[in-house]
């Protein structure tokens, strides 16, 4: 046989273990063997043998069993019917030890013992190796009972023993092989004539494999109306037709002539100029293009690789997904969190060449929603593809997964070659629906149908209700962004204003889930600083944003820990950080960084056009960065997903002073949202006259102090109107230049009231400006 190879198993020997029980707590040994059952050395009638021969690579001692089941062996092949089984309910008959030296072995019984049809051979090893080769059609079964617990395992091995039983008659024994295409699914029977003997076979020929897949590559964020998709079907019959209905819209899918016998990307259609390579990257990875569609027996696998180097093969057999939507789909949905329910499966090492590369003679049977994954430590080994329809391979980094690449769909070049042929039919295109809402797509056969639906959302056109009747729309001027925190300029200068400290970054507010795989900022000097995400999920962060909320309430009550906090070691200038472990995000998380243990300063946009300041955290209240200036520390959040993004920035001048219910509601959404304000006009009117008591020719000199939040209002004094200059201002104190300030003095000391400061309205006190004659100490209350 071409495919057969020798092959040098693992052998497990007699071992013990310690078994406690209520009335005997210090614990008593107890032996267990391993057996393995030899599916090719099935009897096929009932026959005397006489002895065995086997080759043995290594001398030791053996038990040698024939044993039976009640399940099989009559009307089927007791090694067909324990096919992929883990329980083989067997019992021995006959069993004989058995010593045996290195080399060709020969050995015959003293009596020739009856083996019956069905019978199987059934071994245990006390010390010593058999010969093996892998390839054959059946394989062998490892089992043991465990004696100091209740259970027990069983597992098929991907060999077989090269051992014989010696039979006291001869038989001849032949292999035909034939195919027959039938006109149409339906019963028929197969009957074998020849001479006295008769067999007959019932069979039932119909479509026995047919998976559909609707596979949705860009649902989770939707740009545009436009989502990518991808329909995947799998059967034997090339006559089988598939019709795909969506949005009143169908199509008959028919499959090409030409059958497939592998999981995994066709790379051979690509030109090998577009292969890539990511010379940065090394690890364990999970390639989703080889999910297996159905049960299935792996022969070998072939790769393209850019380099030479070694790689390890595994299988992961996920459970719990793939009936609803492939297990490729549900990985995508659960990153960065890889699903916990699987089991791994180690293929074995390979070295490898640069070009193409056909590794292993496994003939190992592979489960439906297992995926073919492999690990490397040479970077860059195996050559990529790029492919917007298709879900992306990923890293395994312990228990979580992230992209090849960012951003990108990076697909590695592998297949997995199987046993069975099938008809495969790949359609991939964009389905633009023409509004937003829910929509539905089918794919239907003759005995199958996929029924797949999502709701479709916008981000843009916006209109605002301004309470007093008017409404206004605003169509925006979209851009794309990749990034949450807005732009970080190409260059910077070098700031006067660089902030270290705890700062909450409010623009880093996330409006949608997403996933974080980077950060970029720009630093004034090196050093390190504290990164970790922050939630206040009880108070704001659904319909009203976090950002507005503490901005108006300046406190970090009922601040959460998303993530831990984690030190990054930073660079002058511009940082550009991916996370080794991606991040899962939710709306309303915003960024605090922590450098009161660090030099390090973060540099900021003090352009003031942000929508909100970012915020210094002492203990528990929130300050501006510089008051009366809305500034940001450029800070970027890089998600994997792309959408619009505008600030829009709008004046409008209500005709009277009341409370009005400000209303922004986006267009196709069911999203309103409020701002209640209110007008209040604070106001102060004084007269003040300096020589009330001291007249003369009864004139007197008289100040009015007005003040009033409104530039309309006016005062009526003796029928003479006094109107605001338009000038305002934003101090309590002296109206005077720098210019007029002399350099006078007094050389009184001690306490002094200030009466031109006097607050003449209830306001926030942000700070104090004052001209000096010369330096000094001077306190303030």
């Not at 070049?413 to 089918?442: D, M, P």
Request: net charge neutral; with cysteine; aromatic share 16%.
């Amino acid at each position: 046989m071409v495919s057969v190879s020798y092959f040098n198993p693992s052998i497990a020997y007699t071992t013990t273990c310690i078994y406690y029980s209520p009335s005997n707590t210090n614990g008593t040994t107890r032996f267990y063997s391993f057996y393995y059952i030899l599916f090719n050395n099935e009897f096929k009638f009932d026959q005397y043998i006489i002895g065995l021969e086997f080759y043995a690579i290594e001398a030791g001692s053996l038990l040698f069993q024939l044993v039976k089941s009640s399940s099989c062996g009559a009307s089927i092949f007791c090694s067909d019917f324990y096919d992929g089984s883990y329980c083989i309910p067997i019992s021995p008959y006959f069993s004989r030890n058995i010593t045996f030296s290195s080399g060709y072995n020969r050995i015959y019984f003293e009596n020739r013992v009856q083996a019956y049809k069905g019978s199987l051979v059934q071994l245990s090893f006390s010390s010593g190796k058999l010969a093996s080769i892998s390839g054959t059609k059946k394989k062998t079964s490892r089992y043991y009972y465990h004696p100091c617990n209740s259970f027990s395992t069983a597992s098929k091995q991907n060999f077989v023993f090269l051992f014989n039983t010696i039979s006291e008659k001869m038989y001849y024994k032949g292999f035909i092989k034939f195919q027959y295409q039938y006109e149409s699914t339906g019963n028929y029977a197969i009957s074998l004539k020849q001479n006295y003997f008769n067999a007959k076979s019932d069979i039932l020929k119909s479509i026995k494999l047919r998976t559909m897949e609707i596979n949705f590559l860009n649902d989770d964020f939707i740009l545009d109306k436009t989502i990518h998709i991808s329909i995947e079907i799998y059967t034997d019959m090339v006559s089988d037709q598939n019709i795909l209905m969506a949005s009143q819209k169908t199509e008959i899918l028919r499959h090409y002539n030409t059958s497939a016998n592998y999981f995994g990307l066709a790379f051979e259609n690509y030109n090998l100029s577009n292969f890539n390579q990511l010379t940065s990257i090394w690890g364990r990875f999970l390639i989703t293009s080889t999910e297996f569609k159905f049960d299935s027996n792996l022969n070998y696998i072939q790769l393209y690789s850019l380099n030479s180097g070694t790689i390890t093969f595994y299988i992961y057999r996920m459970y719990n997904c793939g009936y609803r939507e492939s297990c490729a789909s549900q990985i995508k949905r659960f990153s960065p969190s890889l699903p916990s329910s699987f089991s791994v499966n180690t293929l074995g090492s390979f070295s490898i060449n640069k070009g193409l590369n056909q590794l292993g003679s496994f003939n190992l049977k592979v489960y439906q929603f297992s995926f073919i994954v492999f690990e490397t430590s040479t970077p860059g080994l195996v050559a990529l593809i790029e492919d917007q329809f298709a879900f992306s391979d990923y890293q395994i980094i312990n228990n979580n997964i992230k992209k090849v690449q960012s951003k990108r769909n990076y697909k590695f070049c592998i297949k997995a070659f199987i046993s069975n042929k099938f008809y495969f039919t790949r359609k991939v295109f964009n389905y633009e629906n023409s509004s937003n809402g829910y929509y539905n797509l089918q794919l239907r056969s003759s005995n199958l149908t996929v029924n797949v639906n999502r709701t479709q959302e916008s981000k843009t056109n916006v209109e605002i209700d301004f309470g007093d009747g008017l409404n206004k729309s605003f169509d925006f001027n979209n851009s794309l962004a990749t990034y949450i925190g807005g732009e970080i300029p190409a260059f910077v200068n070098k700031s006067n204003l660089s902030f270290g400290g705890r700062i909450l970054l409010l623009n880093t507010e996330i409006k949608f889930s997403s996933i974080l795989y980077g950060i970029r900022f720009l630093a004034s000097n090196a050093g390190t600083i504290n990164f970790q995400l922050v939630s206040f999920e009880s108070i704001c962060g659904n319909l009203t944003s976090c950002s507005e909320y503490l901005s108006s309430n300046k406190n970090s009550y009922g601040m959460l820990n998303y993530t831990n906090s984690t030190t990054l070691s930073v660079e002058q200038g511009l940082n550009s950080i991916i996370f080794e472990k991606q991040i899962k995000i939710q709306k309303g998380l915003m960024v605090l960084v922590d450098m009161t243990s660090s030099n390090v300063r973060l540099l900021c946009d003090e352009s003031g056009s942000v929508p909100y300041s970012d915020l210094s955290i002492n203990e528990s209240v929130l300050n501006m960065l510089y008051e009366n200036r809305n500034l940001k520390i450029h800070f970027n959040l890089l998600i994997e997903n792309n959408f619009y993004e505008t600030i829009h920035h709008f004046e409008y001048v209500y005709k009277k002073r009341n409370n009005y219910s400000l209303i922004g509601s986006v267009r196709d959404r069911n999203i309103i949202i409020k701002q209640t304000l209110e007008f209040r006009n604070k106001q102060f009117l004084d007269i003040y006259c300096r020589d009330s008591n001291s007249t003369i020719d009864f004139k007197i000199h008289c100040s009015v102090i007005m003040l009033s939040q409104d530039l309309n209002d006016s005062i009526d004094l003796d029928n003479m109107m006094f109107n605001f200059t338009g000038e305002y201002f934003d101090y309590f104190g002296i109206e005077s230049s720098n210019s007029k300030y002399a350099n006078e003095t007094t050389e009184l000391t001690g306490n002094f009231i200030l009466t031109n400061t006097e607050f003449k309205f209830d306001a926030d006190f942000i700070g104090f400006e004052t001209f000096a004659v010369n330096k000094g100490p001077l306190t303030i209350s």
